[in-house]
Every structure is written in C-alpha cells, then in structure tokens.
C-alpha cells in the first residue's frame, strides 16, 4: 500500500485551511482509510482541534533536527483510523534554524520518509502554517499534492496566484519536480451573496480541472467545533459542513485512487 502526501497550504489565515485539513483527514479515517494528519503550525490549531493538548516534545521540531523520530511522534486520537503528529510552539524557531542546515527544503521530506516506508497509512495530511515560510515550503517539498483551500472572496484570487508560482518555482528548481496541484476547496461560501458564486465561477475559468465540486458552506457550527475537540463528523454529524466534508473526501477519495 502506497502512501499519498497531501499539503493543505494558503499564505492568508483564516481561510478554512485547518478546518479543511481535520475534517478531510476525520472524514478519510471515517470511510477506514488509515490517515494521518501532521500539524505543522506552530499555534497548534489541528492539534487541539481532535482533542490532543499540546505537549513540550511531542512535534516534529526534534526529528526535523535529527533528534528522534517522526514515527515516535505519531499520537493516536479518539478517532479510529485517524492519527496525529502533534504540534508545539517550539515549532516556529524552526523557521530560522532550519536555513543553517543542509538541504533545509527537504528536511521534511527526509523526516516523513520512515512512516511513508512502514505503509502503515494511506493518506498523511499536512496542516501548514498561514505563511509562505520555511514549514510551508518544506510541505511542500515533501508532498505529492498540493490542496489549496480558498476562501470565497476577492482578495483570496491574488494569494492563488501567489502560491501557484511558488508550486512553479519549486517544480523548475528541482526541488519537487512531481509536485502536483491536487485540487482547489473553495471555502466559506455564503449562499446569500452574489459574490460567492462570482468568486467561484472565476477560479473555475483558470483551474476548472482542479476545482472540487464541494464547496465549503461558512456555517456557525464548522466553527464552534474545535473549541470542543472535535471534527464536525462529531460535533454536528447531521451539520451543512459534515455533508460538505464527506462530499470533500468522496472526490479526494475518487480523484487520488484512494481506496484502490
């Protein structure tokens, strides 16, 4: 069984991006494919989010640092099929210490190496911090596709643009030659407005092949969920956004080949 890398990676915050990434990677677990998210932001944000406290040495800033191992980070959740790497603020040194190091691009990549070889997951998510940084890159550099999640507004067109050229950058540099944008998730959406639908309508004419069906609905309940510890699946199981987020991970599963 081979595993698939996702990053889900946007420069601006608040944009969905670690609500997408829990409730993708719970919504995988929940159809029992064997998922493992990895929080890399240092806020911890999809840490807390499936319940797991932030602990002092249990992140990958050691093994990013050669000391110990990503597989001994790995933290089961309450939820079957799912699993962690948690994150700690210490994590954010690691954007200045990792450009003294050798090959600083791919350290992630070099880190995630021994759980992608033990097969004993099928899909590892990778939560980002809201920056175009050093983890962000090394995500990067360490997946096989790129998810982007954008929020249903005007301004979210240029950061698009933005992180596309990095994705080019990184390809032509060798860096992560097979680096593939997996799919645009637009986030967020109000059905009330006018503006939505205009800011959808508009990704689809330049990415109409990488833009998923599902659209993210902005609801209350997607979230009050976190603060509770819990992906929306069990929060509001019978919620607008549960539906999206099982209609998300229907696509990613059918799109990627995950259940093969």
């Known amino acids: ?106 350290r992630l990549r070099h880190t995630l190496q021994p759980i992608r070889d033990s097969g004993g997951y099928r899909v590892i998510i990778i939560d980002c911090p809201p920056a175009l940084g050093m983890l962000s890159m090394n995500s990067l550099a360490a997946a096989d596709h790129l998810l982007i999640a954008l929020q249903c507004e005007y301004m979210a067109l240029e950061g698009l643009g933005q992180i596309l050229k990095l994705v080019e950058r990184l390809k032509s540099a060798g860096v992560n030659s097979d680096l593939d944008i997996g799919g645009v998730v637009m986030t967020m959406y109000d059905i009330r407005t006018n503006l939505s639908r ?24 997607l979230s009050e969920a976190p603060s509770f510890g819990k992906p929306i699946f069990q929060y509001d199981p019978l919620s607008p956004g549960s539906t999206a987020y099982r209609n998300l991970a229907k696509e990613v599963i059918a799109r990627f080949g995950l259940d093969e």
């Open 198 to 221: 205009q800011v959808v309508e508009e990704v689809k004419k330049h990415l109409s092949d990488k833009i998923f069906d599902s659209v993210i609905p902005r609801t209350v309940r």
């Open 1 to 106: 069984m081979s595993t698939t890398v996702f990053t889900i990676a946007n420069q601006k915050g608040g944009v969905g991006k670690t609500t997408t990434a829990v409730n993708l990677a719970a919504a995988l677990a929940e159809r029992k494919i064997h998922t493992l998210l990895v929080d890399l932001d240092p806020q911890a944000n999809a840490t807390s989010a499936v319940g797991i406290e932030k602990q002092e040495g249990r992140s990958l800033y050691g093994p990013l640092h050669g000391e110990g191992t990503a597989l001994e980070m790995i933290t089961p959740t309450a939820y079957e099929h799912l699993a962690l790497i948690p994150s700690e603020v210490d994590l954010a040194a690691i954007e200045m210490e990792l450009t003294q190091q050798e090959n600083y691009l791919l």
